[in-house]
């Protein structure tokens, strides 16, 4: 009978220390186990880690996303032929530009052919995606003494232009037409005195 009391009290014993621990654990739970609470606060912070990742992730994605449609449109705007049309008045020495960025050659002609108001003009030069040069003598009164040039570079266009024109009529006898249209004795520096037709250049059509 004695040993079935000490077996019942054992049992009795365990059953209460097991009670206990999952009240301890219940109490730790609840008002904060420094351990336990330190193991949820780096899993919330995996967490808000994880999805701080994801967000830039996103936003570089959509960042890159934008750069490739601006940079391939910029690639179409740039593979695109643009023309622009140099005319000369009459038998003058007065030249028209007709701007540039237009997207075709004809239509170019009849933009720098709407510019000319008096005597009978006509088409220089047409060029695409280039710039144009010209230069004649400071004695030329008339049109057919230009000396045209064209290359990607504004600054060589005119240069191109000028010392054709020197090398054909002589040393420091030749002027370059600017744009807008002024004329100087000096060699060119200005790459706004050729011109140009293009999305490098700034004369083109959006669309």
């Known amino acids: 009978m004695l040993k079935n009391q000490y077996i019942h009290i054992k049992n009795s014993i365990k059953i209460t220390a097991l009670l206990l621990l999952i009240f301890s654990n219940n109490v730790n739970a609840q008002y904060g186990n420094p351990w336990m609470g330190q193991a949820i606060n780096q899993n919330i912070m995996r967490g808000t880690e994880a999805a701080s990742d994801y967000e830039r992730q996103n936003k570089q994605q959509a960042w890159q996303a934008k750069e490739n449609a601006i940079q391939a ?3 179409r705007y740039q593979s695109t032929p643009y023309y622009g049309s140099l005319i000369t008045q009459g038998n003058t020495n007065i030249l028209h530009w007709g701007g ?6 004809a239509a170019s002609e009849r933009n720098a052919l709407s ?3 008096e ?3 006509r088409i220089l030069l047409t060029v695409s995606n280039g710039c144009i040069g010209a ?3 400071e004695s030329a009164t008339d049109s057919l003494h230009w000396t045209l040039a064209v290359d990607k570079d504004p600054q060589k266009a005119i240069e191109k232009s000028y010392f054709a024109c020197e090398k054909k009529y002589g040393v420091n006898q030749c002027i370059y037409a600017s744009n807008p249209l ?3 004795k000096s060699s060119a520096t200005n790459h706004t005195d050729a011109f140009c037709s ?3 250049y700034g004369a083109y059509t959006k669309k």
């Open 135 to 137: 230069s004649r003598p």
């Open 182 to 184: 002024k004329s100087s």
């Open 119 to 121: 005597g009978q003009c």
């Open 73 to 75: 449109q910029i690639e």
């Open 100 to 105: 540039g960025g237009n997207i075709s050659k």
């Open 115 to 117: 510019h000319c108001h």
């Open 198 to 200: 293009g999305y490098d």
